[in-house]
């Protein structure tokens, strides 16, 4: 599948078939893909634990829920639990070298290994690490990068996919999370038993009401010919309609099948 087509594809799914399994398969594809994205000092900030349905005990699910993760935990046949690890400053220094003697830290741009060790790690990482508001958003923004592709890849698959909170709590005690990791999303995987396409893209605002050109207040201003492009490559697809009586009628056939209140 071409990568606009996957970006646009990708919807929340809430309704999985619980009996059709996940090729492990497919699972590795996703995290080969985390494994791959960009990161800081060449650091492993995302960590994942992941989970089949059937692992994890009636009573497991339940307490691994929020107010906003509910049935679909028990529906999805694969769990992944996704962690940020704020020990990544260790081993950064051997890390940037080993990146200097590949070329990847070009010497033009004044990387060396004396740089490494006499500026970048004393007024840079190590001052970092001590700071534990600056880890975590700097562990939340790498390890999110990380979900992001393995998401993406998971679309790629013909999966469905979708992120979620969940009782970290709970989760801490039967995974064995380590204290150096930090919390972030379940990302529940299956094949969708609702249309995958979810009835349409969710609504989003114009870009002109996020992003900005050259200062705050000077808003992007969109180009037409490209989101005519996008929209012909299947990046931006058709809302989800006003009138949601089909998506309705959808979601009653999926409560009868899986005996799901209304």
Request: with cysteine; net charge negative; aromatic share 8%.
């Amino acid at each position: 599948m071409e990568f606009k087509q996957v970006v646009g594809n990708r919807r929340t799914i809430r309704f999985f078939d619980p009996n059709r399994p996940v090729e492990p398969e497919k699972i590795q594809v996703m995290l080969e893909a985390a494994n791959r994205a960009s990161r800081a000092v060449n650091a492993d900030f995302a960590k994942a634990i992941v989970c089949y349905r059937d692992e994890l005990t009636d009573e497991v699910r339940e307490a691994l829920k929020t107010p906003t993760t509910t049935v679909q935990i028990d529906l999805a046949p694969v769990t992944i639990f996704w962690y940020g690890d704020t020990t990544f400053v260790n081993g950064a220094q051997d890390r940037l070298k080993e990146l200097v003697d590949l070329g990847a830290l070009p010497v033009t741009h004044g990387w060396t290994h004396p740089y490494v060790d006499d500026l970048v790690y004393p007024q840079v990482l190590e001052p970092l690490s001590k700071d534990a508001l600056a880890t975590t958003w700097a562990v939340s923004v790498e390890a999110g990068l990380a979900i992001a592709q393995a998401m993406l890849a998971g679309v790629d698959e013909g999966l469905g996919v979708g992120l979620h909170a969940f009782n970290a709590a709970s989760a801490k005690d039967v995974l064995k999370v380590p204290d150096h990791w930090v919390p972030m999303w379940i990302l529940l995987v299956g094949y969708p038993a609702e249309d995958p396409k979810g009835g349409g893209q969710r609504p989003r605002r114009p870009l002109s009401q996020s992003f900005y050109r050259g200062q705050y207040g000077t808003a992007w201003t969109e180009i037409p010919e490209v989101t005519e492009r996008l929209k012909r490559e299947g990046m931006i697809q058709e809302p989800m309609p006003a009138d949601a009586s089909a998506r309705m009628q959808e979601i009653k056939e999926l409560a009868d099948r899986f005996g799901l209140p209304l």
